[in-house]
């Protein structure tokens, strides 16, 4: 799919030759428009593989992304701390039930998106596949992955497909609050001791580059962007989410006295936008494609769950004659 090296090779999507061409233009004037697409409206075939793509992947990043700072809960320094990280944690988990929901109107059912998760088949966030050695990055994770996600998520929230929109909504209200949770934790190490502070720095050196990759892949290397954009479900392309996100956190983990392990990172002032290294492409490639740090470990922990929890969901769909004991 990529080129080689730290170059790509564009891939363009393509699929709505054999689309009724009547249905598609009426289908386009409605986005264009800003009609929500609900789903029992008419909608091309690649529309539906693309949204169940990504929401899927979306839901799949919610619950392995709730892994590395549930491991946190029970070493979080406080109990104001284990309190509010726990309860973060149900938030994420909750969101991917939302996403799951908003996925399984398309058609493809829950229990097939959770096998094609443990098989490796789907994908899910790069982020989550690093391991968080010290409590500084669950904070990281807290303040500037929760960040990252809002800005894509305030964006795609004004989209075109209705159930993804009304899942991201209530998703960005409780990540308002995680983000303040988490840079409160930052600002805490931040103010602390000399080893608090260098801890809170180590994590932001280990964290950065996966944040940057966080976004996707340059625009120019983005498979799906084009499509995506033009029915409105993607708002702003990759390159975009990251200079937004750039704009709005580098000011404040330098506020911080906080370094960024880039030295090439500025703000162009001319252009508006921020230029860096770019970010090692081939282990983002590697991370995404099962390859990571950690991804074997998290799959293992999916699969666990996933069987532990199999007598509960047959029991939940069996027939409730089945567990009633009749009277003598
Ligand atoms: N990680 O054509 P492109 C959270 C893949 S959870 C993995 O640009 P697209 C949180 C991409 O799938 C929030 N894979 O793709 C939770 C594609 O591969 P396939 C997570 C990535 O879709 C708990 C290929 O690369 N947010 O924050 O146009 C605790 C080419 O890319 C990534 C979402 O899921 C990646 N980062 O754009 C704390 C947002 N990037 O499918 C926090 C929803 C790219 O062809 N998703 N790939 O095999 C999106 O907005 C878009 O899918 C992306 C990528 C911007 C991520």
């Given at each position: 799919m990529y080129g080689g090296g730290n170059t790509f090779e564009p891939m363009k999507a393509t699929g709505?030759?054999?689309?009724?061409p009547v249905k598609l233009a009426e289908f386009e004037a409605r986005i264009e428009r800003g009609e929500k697409i609900e789903p029992h409206d008419w909608m091309p075939q690649l529309y539906r593989k693309q949204l169940i793509r990504m929401i899927e992947q979306h839901a799949h990043s919610e619950i392995i992304g709730a892994l590395p700072e549930g491991t946190w809960i029970t070493r979080a320094p406080g109990f104001k701390r284990k309190l509010a990280l726990m309860a973060k944690v149900q938030d994420e988990v909750g969101h991917a039930q939302l996403l799951y929901s908003a996925a399984e109107t398309l058609g493809k059912p829950r229990e097939q998106m959770l096998d094609d998760l443990v098989s490796g088949k789907s994908k899910y966030s790069n982020i989550f596949n690093y391991p968080a050695f010290t409590w500084a990055d669950s904070c990281f994770i807290s303040w500037l992955v929760d960040a990252g996600a809002i800005v894509n998520q305030l964006a795609n929230a004004r989209g075109s497909y209705g159930p993804y929109c009304r899942a991201l909504d209530r998703i960005c209200a409780e990540e308002s609050f995680h983000l303040k949770y988490g840079h409160h934790c930052v600002i805490h190490l931040a103010t602390g001791t000399e080893k608090q502070r260098e801890m809170m720095q180590a994590a932001i050196n280990r964290w950065w580059g996966p944040m940057m990759h966080f976004f996707g892949p340059p625009d120019k290397a983005s498979v799906h962007s084009e499509i995506l954009m033009r029915w409105k479900v993607k708002m702003s392309s990759n390159d975009d989410q990251r200079n937004q996100f750039l704009d709005m956190y580098v000011p404040k983990i330098w506020e911080l006295g906080f370094t960024i392990?880039?030295?090439?990172?500025?703000?162009n002032t001319e252009t508006g936008k921020w230029e860096y290294t770019e970010p090692d492409w081939e282990e983002f490639k590697r991370v995404i494609n099962g390859d990571g740090p950690c991804n074997a470990e998290r799959l293992a922990v999916r699969r666990t769950a996933e069987e532990r929890g199999r007598w509960v969901r047959k029991a939940l769909l069996a027939p409730k004659t089945e567990y009633v004991t009749p009277l003598a």
């Open positions: 709505v030759e054999n689309e009724d392990p880039d030295p090439n990172l500025k703000k």
